[in-house]
């Protein structure tokens, strides 16, 4: 018969207490240096100046977010504890801290569903999610997805691997389809999240441009209104760069 494993030692909870103590009174710590590195002014601008809405935001600059990522390094348990606060700034910080390897997809599918303003879904998606081993199977389910950020999650996330990673041109070809069934979501945000996926498939990958190029006509041949404009942005964008 096999043994049970052990329960863990008292002496081994409270190492394991200790430890999340720190990692919450460090994130703790961050959360007053985000403060004051932001502004009011910044953070009333977020909305009108980029379409930014967030609901607890310190309104700290991007630039100043990398730089504080710097100072820190990568760390799996302080991006976590950062990203429970709810803070805009500091789930922006998770992202560029957190440690890829490290990431489930379960923690994926977590912090989507926290996902409620693009800036935030095309970060976490660009610095940390295309890293992961699990992108092309949460661009899969999110594609799905009925929620407007986590749909357009799926074709940040598109985007970001289309332009980030190597070697994997037949994976990126297959979701082509899914740009395809997308295309008719008249939704702002989800739309703009499929065109990037298109514009980023046919500009940066020289096997797949014939076909991304050829779906960019199609869909703005189409009498669907959505589909038209998706189509005519890619190819703008395709007619510039070439």
């Not at 990673?165 to 082509?176: F, P, S, V, Y």
């Amino acid at each position: 018969m096999a043994k049970r494993p052990a329960a863990r030692s008292n002496a081994q909870l409270r190492a394991q207490s200790r430890v999340q103590s720190r990692v919450e009174s460090r994130a703790a710590e961050l959360l007053v240096e985000l403060k004051r590195r932001g502004s009011k002014s910044f953070r009333d601008a977020m909305g009108p100046r980029f379409g930014i809405f967030a609901k607890h935001a310190y309104g700290v600059p991007i630039a100043k977010i990398q730089a504080l990522a710097q100072e820190i390094g990568r760390d799996h348990k302080l991006a976590a504890a950062l990203w429970k606060t709810g803070l805009y700034e500091a789930r922006l910080l998770a992202a560029f801290i957190d440690e890829p390897g490290k990431v489930s997809p379960a923690q994926m599918d977590r912090w989507a569903k926290d996902f409620d303003n693009w800036g935030l879904v095309d970060t976490v998606c660009f610095k940390l999610f295309d890293q992961t081993p699990h992108a092309f199977g949460r661009v899969d389910k999110w594609a799905q997805a009925e929620a407007e950020f986590v749909k357009r999650a799926a074709f940040a996330l598109l985007a970001s691997l289309a332009l980030h990673t190597k070697n994997n041109d037949g994976e990126i070809a297959k979701r082509l389809a899914l740009i395809e069934k997308a295309a008719t979501d008249e939704r702002n945000f989800v739309k703009k999240g499929v065109s990037w996926a298109l514009r980023a498939i046919g500009g940066k990958r020289p096997k797949l441009a014939a076909k991304a190029h050829a779906l960019a006509a199609k869909l703005a041949a189409s009498d669907d209104a959505a589909k038209r404009w998706i189509g005519k942005d890619a190819m703008r964008d395709f007619t510039r760069k070439a």
